[in-house]
């Protein structure tokens, strides 16, 4: 741990009891509408209809951001007083854009049938030309023909997912519907992986690799993250008929199995590679919608490094952290904050490390009280008592803590408890909660520094979620966790 965060953590420990909460939401623009989410006469309110489905920021320190009804907003001085924000209109017309990436002196956009250059040639602050910049796939008539992107890599290439069809008109042998690639050189499309149901949100981690959020459903038992990469197959065959077009990284060698325990459809078929993390349904959300890394140089706590996750059901972000062990990605999956307006469709973190949450409900249902809206999460100092990070050992887990635990409670095994469980992998909407255990956890080690703990776990299995409760827990100053709970992928046991 470097010297400086310790000394942070320290400092900020005596202060933490009775504290005010860490984190503050703050408005930009939000709207309601005047008739429900789901109505066919839906009509958003007076003003910008600011349904949030892209954003970036430009080299001028302005705001990028792409609605659902077509077009594209530059807001100006988003980081100062809500009200003295401005907005130009930039570009309009498009096609349902889910997406928008800074390129150059261009804006990308994602819509249906393309990924589109903006550009203002003339300097006026309107997009003047709209340049097809990549395209290979098809669309249906299907409502939920979504394609979303782009975003680079560490290598620099450009990602971009597509969903599968569902409801009227769908045509999921239509070429790539369910699948992610890359944007290539000539501006075709590259396929990299299939499987995916929803990939709504994609992002690189700080060392370049790429990762997508699925949404439960269908083949899907709940919201994972993907590591993508070449040939990989992940959980929903519904698109799987484009493996047989000539540019397929992939071919299934063996039949997709069905209603058998997950773990078991894993090591039936060579092809499907394991999500890094799940973030179990109802307990961390139930429609994971977007990533966002966070690499703020402490300006946003104590979570450099770390995924924040949109999710748009439960109107929340939840918070990730990951490791490699037997050289896949897997970690855990914390509660962080909730509250927000309306559903979240994009995340974006600030040059002075805010965190932005773009928003619509839209089509669906959501906790928010609001129809859309823009919305930024600010850190005010206080260090927030939190399980930092939850590391695989080989006998169990190690809990890295943002402030010093009390010894008494933290070495207390009887502060934790923890259970075990799969899912069904099958064609069905979603899963149960399948083949749960209980694990017995018969020690608790303190460091020296009481910034960790070391557990040791009995009867852990490979391939299943592990529930942590840690409701005894306290810190130096006799505070209670934030958020006691964590919920670990373990893919693959550490070995000695």
Not at 263 to 279: G, I, K
Not at 310 to 335: I, L, N, W
Not at 421 to 427: A, F, H, K, Q, V
Request: charged share 20%.
């Amino acid at each position: 741990m470097k010297a400086s965060f310790l000394a942070l953590t320290l400092l900020a420990s005596a202060a933490v009891a009775g504290a005010a909460e860490p984190y503050e939401i703050v408005d930009i623009l939000t709207a309601n509408s005047p008739s429900a989410s789901r109505s066919k006469e839906w009509k958003p309110s007076e003003g910008i209809p600011l349904e949030v489905s892209g954003m970036d920021w430009t080299p001028q320190g302005k705001l990028a951001v792409a609605i659902r009804k077509g077009e594209v907003w530059m807001l100006d001085g988003v980081l100062g007083a809500p009200d003295q924000v401005k907005y130009q209109l930039f570009a309009s017309g498009l096609h349902e854009p889910l997406g928008a990436l800074w390129d150059g002196d261009s804006l990308l956009v994602m819509q249906r049938t393309e990924m589109t250059r903006l550009r203002d040639t003339d300097g006026d602050g309107v997009a003047d030309e709209y340049l097809t910049a990549g395209n290979g796939w098809n669309v249906s008539g299907a409502y939920h023909g979504y394609a979303y992107g782009p975003r680079r890599d560490g290598q620099g290439n450009l990602w971009v997912s597509l969903n599968v069809d569902m409801g009227d008109h769908s045509d999921n042998k239509a070429p790539w519907r369910g699948w992610t690639g890359t944007i290539g050189y000539d501006g075709h499309f590259q396929p990299m992986c299939a499987g995916m149901r929803s990939p709504c949100g994609l992002g690189a981690n700080l060392a370049g690799d790429m990762f997508c959020v699925d949404q439960q459903g269908t083949w899907v038992p709940a919201t994972p993250i993907y590591h993508l990469r070449r040939g990989a197959f992940f959980l929903n065959p519904e698109g799987i008929a484009s493996e047989n077009l000539p540019n397929s990284p992939l071919k299934l060698s063996a039949k997709v199995p069905e209603k058998v325990p997950y773990p078991e459809a894993v090591r039936a078929l060579p092809e499907m590679r394991v999500p890094a993390v799940w973030l179990p349904y109802v307990k961390m959300g139930r429609s994971g919608t977007d990533l966002a890394v966070c690499n703020a140089g402490g300006k946003f706590g104590p979570f450099d490094g770390q995924m924040m996750v949109a999710e748009f059901t439960d109107a929340k972000v939840s918070r990730v952290f990951m490791e490699k062990v037997g050289g896949e990605y897997q970690g855990a999956a914390f509660p962080f904050l909730s509250g927000f307006a309306s559903g979240i469709v994009r995340l974006l973190f600030a040059p002075d490390g805010s965190l932005f949450a773009g928003m619509t409900s839209r089509g669906w249902s959501s906790l928010g009280t609001k129809s859309y809206g823009l919305q930024r999460v600010r850190w005010n100092g206080t260090m927030p008592f939190a399980i930092r990070e939850m590391h695989a050992v080989p006998d169990g887990f190690e809990l890295v803590f943002t402030l010093p635990v009390d010894a008494a409670t933290a070495g207390n095994p009887a502060s934790y408890s923890m259970t075990n469980y799969t899912y069904l992998y099958s064609g069905a909407y979603g899963s149960d909660e399948i083949q749960t255990q209980v694990n017995a956890i018969t020690s608790a080690t303190v460091s020296s520094d009481r910034l960790r703990v070391h557990l040791k776990v009995e009867g852990r299995r490979e391939l299943y979620v592990h529930e942590l409760h840690c409701n005894g827990v306290r810190s130096a100053g006799g505070a209670q966790l934030d958020h006691a709970d964590a919920y670990y992928t373990l893919n693959h046991i550490p070995k000695l």
